[in-house]
């Protein structure tokens, strides 16, 4: 396993988002996401949230699906 440390951008988000609210960005390294598989044509991923670690994978097989069981 091969492990890096990063800042999440912080930023606040355009459109009808609610006053005060924030965007949450991550970027990954290039060569994470060609070993994924990932391209311009090919970027679908499912993020899991579980006991405070978020889980990327490539997922280009299951339909997206809005957030389950997270309390806002």
């Known amino acids: 396993?091969?492990?890096?440390?990063?800042?999440i951008s912080v930023g606040k988000p355009g459109g009808n988002a609610s006053?005060?609210?924030e965007n949450y960005r991550l970027s990954i390294?290039?060569?994470?996401?060609r070993?994924?598989?990932l391209s311009k044509e090919d970027r679908k991923l499912r993020i899991s949230y579980?006991?405070?670690r978020i889980i990327?994978?490539?997922?280009?097989q299951l339909p997206t699906t809005e957030v389950e069981g997270m309390e806002r």
């Open 1 to 7: 396993m091969e492990t890096r440390k990063c800042k």
């Open 35 to 37: 070993d994924m598989g």
């Open 50 to 52: 579980e006991n405070k």
């Open 29 to 33: 390294p290039t060569i994470w996401a």
């Open 56 to 60: 990327i994978e490539k997922d280009s």
């Open 19 to 21: 006053k005060g609210a």
